[in-house]
């Protein structure tokens, strides 16, 4: 197994230092992972597209925004404008072609995400529309839970059903995802491994991203 990339998520960053937090771990970073958070979908508040237009100006990472809103259809266009590089939105809010259809007219990357207890099927119907697929191994809202091992099968069985219809969709895993478990979600199929707190709560950022990157390969 080569080759996952590694994103930092930087809602385990120093909020009021975040341009110094992510040019210490720009060099072991493939994209940067921003957690978008309404205090309604999960009961946490967090940024919105006026942060993302400061991190733009600070960085040339790919920007992962990734929107546990109960309404994101009224941000897209903000975040395209604030530049994002790609958006997901949860399956749980409904079905989300029409929200796909905004995000490619805006020229977004199309993420969708489920949470640990979604089944698989919800997801399935989409796989053809989307770039990229993240799992939940944590409950949305916050960093630093543990990791929700069983969340592993339904990415094995996701990395089945890419590998067999020969589908363009990156595998991203979100939550808990350290150096004991990101082997783990790498053996399972995950492409995009992202940490927050095991990254950014580490005394040496960079080495610990670089540790992960190490553990899953
Ligand atoms: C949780 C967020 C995650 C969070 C992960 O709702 O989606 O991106 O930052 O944090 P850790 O890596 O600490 O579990
Ligand atoms: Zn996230």
Do not use: W
Not at 11 to 35: K, M, N, P, T
Not at 49 to 76: E, Q
Not at 153 to 176: C, F, P, Q
């Amino acid at each position: 197994m080569t080759g996952v990339k590694i994103a930092p998520s930087i809602l385990s960053a120093d909020f009021a230092a975040l341009a110094d937090d992510i040019a210490r771990i720009a060099g072991e970073a493939d994209l940067l992972h921003v957690d978008v958070m309404d205090g309604h979908f999960v009961p946490n508040l967090t940024i919105g597209a006026p942060v993302v237009a400061c991190l733009r100006k600070h960085t040339d990472l790919y920007l992962d925004c990734h929107l546990m809103v109960t309404n994101p259809g009224d941000l897209l266009d903000a975040f395209a404008d604030a530049g994002a590089d790609g958006c997901t939105v949860h399956v749980e809010l409904g079905d989300p072609r029409p929200l796909f259809d905004r995000m490619r007219a805006l020229d977004l990357r199309v993420g969708l995400t489920l949470n640990p207890e979604t089944p698989l099927p919800e997801v399935v119907p989409y796989l053809s529309d989307i770039d990229t697929l993240l799992f939940m191994s944590v409950h949305p809202g916050f960093g630093g839970q543990s990791f929700i091992a069983d969340v592993l099968m339904k990415v094995a069985e996701a990395r089945r059903i890419i590998d067999r219809e020969n589908l363009a969709v990156e595998i991203e895993i979100d939550g808990g995802i350290n150096e004991e478990t990101a082997p783990l979600a790498a053996e399972a199929g995950a492409d995009i491994l992202v940490a927050g707190s095991a990254i950014f709560h580490a005394k040496d950022p960079a080495a610990a991203a670089r540790a992960i990157r190490l553990a899953a390969e």
